[in-house]
């Protein structure tokens, strides 16, 4: 098969388009042939070597759908030439509260979706919704999962309050925005660019501010009012700002470091405020299969950035590198 392979840690030219073996399914596996896949910023740490445990070469990619090719023992022969999506969560355990301690994420240590074929626990494939176009589908796995315990688990977002997403236009902010939008929330947004603020506003966004204006906390107040839940992938600065913004009794959901700035937080904010600071990492398989409805019938719809031929795949690296995308990067696989 052809498949982009991580040989060395550096630059988008790290990952090179070129011959892998076929993966062969053993018991409770399957090997699905992808259409499509995308990608993450967890693909590009990995290249830059930010991830520990990292044994190269390996095959990145969370992300992807596609058609089951071949299946092993003890798994269903009817699955074959059924059109998946992939739960990129591999192994979430039995507590729906935390992930248990074999969980893992699709794309290392195992090899992932950026190649023709990929093999996966069985458990881990979910029909793929007709509505969605094969990049649709492949855009939504770990972004969506991620979004939706962010908003629908953790934060239980309700109709009526006023939701903000801080970093606007990567892959798992467009996914909050659009899941706190359809359960009726009102929803700001934050980023540092005014091109990616008026993109929000687009997708249904009331207003945005550009985190580079040394008072955007203040104009973010006085803009959307009382905030009564903040979803933030930057920690940082920004975490500790959103002690200031949300509302007393408000709750913050963190699902990533950015910045890779150290978060610290004044407590008395904390106490007096009464807040409720929540962690999120991906998701279960139940919150997939749920998340997956909404971009089904529910009628919502991913945003995919730009589409990319597998043989470019250093090209889509760079893309994400330079932080311009909005929404998701696709590799449209043959």
């Not at 729906?96 to 301690?101: L, M, S």
């Not at 920690?235 to 949300?246: D, Q, R, S, Y």
Request: aromatic share 6%.
């Amino acid at each position: 098969m052809k498949a982009a392979v991580l040989g060395g840690f550096g630059d988008p030219e790290q990952v090179r388009a070129t011959d892998a073996p076929d993966p062969v399914p053993g018991p409770g596996e399957a090997v699905v042939r992808l259409r499509a896949a995308a990608l993450n910023h967890r693909d590009a740490w990995i290249r830059k070597g930010l991830y520990a445990n990292i044994t190269l070469p390996v095959i990145l990619g969370s992300d992807g759908a596609g058609e089951v090719a071949a299946v092993g023992e003890g798994v269903e022969t009817r699955l074959v030439g059924v059109a998946v999506v992939i739960n990129p969560s591999l192994e979430w355990g039995d507590d729906e509260q935390a992930q248990g301690p074999t969980w893992r994420i699709l794309g290392l240590p195992e090899d992932g979706t950026h190649a023709q074929l990929v093999k996966v626990p069985s458990s881990s494939l979910f029909p793929k919704p007709p509505e969605l176009t094969w990049e649709e589908a492949a855009a939504v796995p770990l972004a969506g999962l991620t979004a939706f315990r962010a908003v629908v688990t953790r934060a239980a977002v309700t109709a009526g309050e006023t939701v903000l997403v801080t970093g606007i236009g990567g892959g798992v902010s467009t996914f909050v925005l659009a899941i706190a939008k359809a359960r009726g929330a009102r929803v700001f947004v934050t980023s540092g660019s005014d091109d990616k603020l008026a993109r929000a506003r687009e997708l249904g966004a009331e207003g945005g501010v550009n985190y580079r204006d040394p008072d955007w906390s203040r104009k973010l107040t006085a803009l959307a009012g009382t905030v009564d839940v903040a979803v933030d992938s930057a920690g940082g600065e920004t975490f500790a700002k959103l002690l200031e913004i949300v509302r007393p009794g408000g709750r913050i959901v963190n699902y990533g470091a950015t910045t890779g700035s150290p978060t610290t937080i004044e407590a008395r904010r904390l106490f007096w405020k009464q807040l409720a600071l929540l962690g999120s990492t991906m998701g279960t398989p139940r919150e997939f299969g749920r998340m997956l409805e909404l971009y089904g019938a529910g009628g919502l719809r991913p945003v995919v950035d730009r589409v990319f031929p597998l043989e470019a795949v250093a090209d889509a690296h760079r893309r994400m590198d330079q932080a311009e995308q909005f929404g998701k990067i696709v590799l449209a696989i043959e």
